[in-house]
């Protein structure tokens, strides 16, 4: 991370946006308000390179504010998790660092677009979910509520999702699932891999022992 310490000093912390996930965060809500009260209005803040040669290259920045779901349940829920993350991230590391890691992101999923031709944001806020996982993989969590589960559990989980999803999806998918997690990879490197895969075969043992206890 010597790179990352470089540039942060020679930025000398002017160059970021302090509660930088208050902004992301309220901007999904008032898009999805949007929605809400005009339906026209959906699809018009997606990436899509067809559109922005129209002209509306306003997409470049208002596809980090798409909403995740037209559920009201499921997008308050939503996005109180990513101003949670979003919030301990940039505790964590300050706040250049968390903006500098979000727009890294940011420009991945924009030359995913470039190739492909469309890319959203939901690449994009995983990485804040698997950065939260890497540095707090023992914070628990409730899932539907009532369900406690730690994040390493739910990391391990999406991984294996997205691992499927570049195996079995077209070259637009592998690019969008690559370009928008370089920020991952470019922050936490190998470690993240290496906790992954040490996690991984914790529970692969885990369920091998009780097999054999069944026995």
């Known amino acids: 991370m010597k790179w990352l310490s470089r540039l942060e000093l020679r930025a000398r912390q002017k160059f970021y946006i302090t509660n930088l996930m208050y902004y992301i965060v309220g901007g999904m809500a008032v898009v999805f308000l949007l929605n809400l009260i005009m339906p026209s209005t959906r699809g018009m803040f997606g990436l899509s ?13 208002t596809f980090i504010f798409a909403p995740p779901s ?38 991945g999923a924009i030359i995913a677009a470039i ?42 989980f999406n991984l294996a999702f997205y691992v499927y999803e570049f195996i079995v999806g077209g070259w637009p998918t592998k690019l969008a699932i690559i370009f928008s997690l370089l920020n991952l990879i470019l922050f936490f490197g190998k470690d993240t891999f290496i906790m992954l895969r040490s996690e991984a075969m914790t529970l692969k043992r885990r369920i091998q022992f009780r097999s054999q206890y069944r026995r």
């Open 115 to 156: 190739i492909t031709g469309r890319a959203d944001n939901t690449y994009l806020n995983m990485s804040l979910f698997f950065a939260f996982a890497a540095l707090y993989p023992n914070f628990q969590m409730l899932l539907f509520f009532f369900i406690p589960i730690k994040m390493k559990w739910l990391a391990l």
């Open 49 to 61: 390179m067809d559109a922005i040669r129209r002209g509306e290259v306003w997409r470049l920045i």
């Open 70 to 107: 037209s559920s009201l349940l499921f997008i308050i829920i939503t996005l109180y998790f990513y101003y949670l993350i979003g919030n301990t991230l940039e505790s964590q590391w300050g706040s250049f660092r968390f903006n500098l890691y979000y727009l890294l992101g940011i420009i």
